[in-house]
């Protein structure tokens, strides 16, 4: 069921605060005058504006948790274990399911509204087209969340697409890459992407929040383009050097197999599927633009060229 519940917004919490989302979130909530409390597992945070309160602590830890949500009107739960960062189906869960459960605990608990940051590889998953387990923890915790607002919980849902930064360290990793010049060949060059903003993300959880309508979920994609003119709009716009060289899907999709099966040994995760490689991200965010009440920035727009020098 969905309700209207217009959200008046004094003091929030952001999970994952201090990453590619959770960072333009923190600093765009502070620029509002919101009173921010920025939980996360690392204490770098040197980039979230003073007025930002950081709590280090696990979202797997519920103690610490609820007692960091105490007095917020919405928690904006970005945080997730994604490809790169984790390397076991028992990790994907802890921080999917486990840490939405956690979060959903303390928003309940704090008598707040949950925005939850999902992923529209949840809509891949429940197609058959990803098998992954980010897909399939992510589509969980999804239902999860849904569960709860059957039982009461406020909470509203936001899918992103392909999710890019514009800064250094804090971008993704093949736009952290293109930006450290270390970017020598391209990947499945032709496989076609939804790409949004980091920036544009956080401008639509919080209207997501503002707007307050429960039980609703956004999907949140920029215009469709293939992964090299992503990239090579985005070389433009920072004034760095575009790889000269690409690979396409049909080549990789061999190491790239061999890398997952052997990631129990490795202990380490590719940053993309094997499936996600072989299909295509196209995603229309232009419903949730329209009824949010934003529009997704220019690549053009975006990149700062100093920064990049």
């Given at each position: 069921?969905?309700?209207?519940?217009?959200?008046?917004?004094?003091?929030?919490?952001?999970?994952?605060?201090?990453?590619?989302?959770?960072?333009?979130?923190?600093?765009?909530?502070?620029?509002?005058?919101?009173?921010?409390?920025?939980?996360?597992?690392?204490?770098?945070?040197?980039?979230?504006?003073?007025?930002?309160?950081?709590?280090r602590g696990d979202i797997l830890d519920r103690?610490?948790?609820?007692?960091?949500?105490?007095?917020?009107?919405?928690?904006?739960?970005?945080?997730?274990?994604?490809?790169?960062?984790?390397?076991?189906?028992?990790?994907?869960?802890?921080?999917?399911?486990?840490?939405?459960?956690?979060?959903?605990?303390?928003?309940?608990?704090?008598?707040?509204m949950m925005v939850h940051v999902s992923t529209?590889?949840?809509?891949?998953?429940?197609?058959?087209?990803?098998?992954?387990?980010?897909?399939?923890?992510?589509?969980?915790?999804?239902?999860?969340?849904?569960?709860?607002?059957?039982?009461?919980?406020?909470?509203?849902?936001?899918?992103?697409?392909?999710?890019?930064?514009?800064?250094?360290?804090?971008?993704?990793?093949?736009?952290?890459?293109?930006?450290?010049?270390?970017?020598?060949?391209?990947?499945?060059?032709?496989?076609?992407?939804?790409?949004?903003?980091?920036?544009?993300?956080?401008?639509?959880?919080?209207?997501?929040?503002?707007?307050?309508i429960v039980g609703k979920t956004y999907t949140?994609?920029?215009?469709?383009?293939?992964?090299?003119?992503?990239?090579?709009?985005?070389?433009?716009?920072?004034?760095?050097?575009?790889?000269?060289?690409?690979?396409?899907?049909?080549?990789?999709?061999?190491?790239?197999?061999?890398?997952?099966?052997?990631?129990?040994?490795?202990?380490?995760?590719?940053?993309?599927?094997?499936?996600?490689?072989?299909?295509?991200?196209?995603?229309?965010?232009?419903?949730?633009?329209?009824?949010?009440?934003?529009?997704?920035?220019?690549?053009?727009?975006?990149?700062?060229?100093?920064?990049?020098?």
């Amino acid at each position: 069921m969905v309700t209207n519940l217009p959200v008046s917004i004094n003091k929030v919490l952001v999970t994952g605060a201090t990453g590619i989302v959770g960072t333009p979130l923190c600093s765009k909530l502070a620029g509002l005058g919101i009173q921010v409390i920025a939980y996360s597992r690392n204490s770098y945070g040197s980039d979230l504006p003073a007025s930002v309160r950081h709590i280090r602590g696990d979202i797997l830890d519920r103690a610490v948790l609820a007692n960091a949500a105490s007095g917020a009107d919405v928690i904006f739960h970005v945080a997730a274990a994604v490809h790169g960062s984790e390397s076991t189906l028992a990790g994907f869960e802890a921080m999917n399911v486990t840490g939405t459960a956690n979060a959903i605990g303390a928003a309940l608990g704090a008598d707040a509204m949950m925005v939850h940051v999902s992923t529209v590889n949840v809509e891949g998953f429940r197609t058959g087209a990803l098998k992954d387990d980010y897909a399939s923890t992510k589509a969980r915790a999804e239902e999860l969340v849904l569960d709860a607002v059957k039982d009461g919980l406020d909470a509203v849902i936001v899918r992103p697409a392909t999710v890019f930064g514009s800064k250094s360290g804090r971008a993704g990793q093949i736009v952290d890459r293109l930006l450290s010049r270390s970017l020598r060949v391209l990947p499945a060059p032709s496989r076609m992407i939804s790409p949004v903003w980091a920036g544009d993300l956080a401008v639509a959880l919080i209207k997501a929040a503002e707007l307050g309508i429960v039980g609703k979920t956004y999907t949140v994609a920029g215009p469709v383009m293939s992964t090299n003119d992503f990239v090579r709009t985005v070389s433009h716009a920072a004034g760095v050097p575009a790889p000269r060289m690409s690979i396409p899907a049909w080549a990789i999709l061999g190491p790239l197999q061999l890398a997952w099966w052997s990631r129990r040994f490795t202990r380490w995760t590719p940053a993309v599927s094997v499936e996600s490689v072989r299909s295509n991200s196209i995603h229309d965010g232009n419903t949730a633009a329209s009824e949010l009440g934003f529009s997704y920035t220019p690549i053009s727009e975006i990149f700062d060229r100093r920064q990049a020098r």
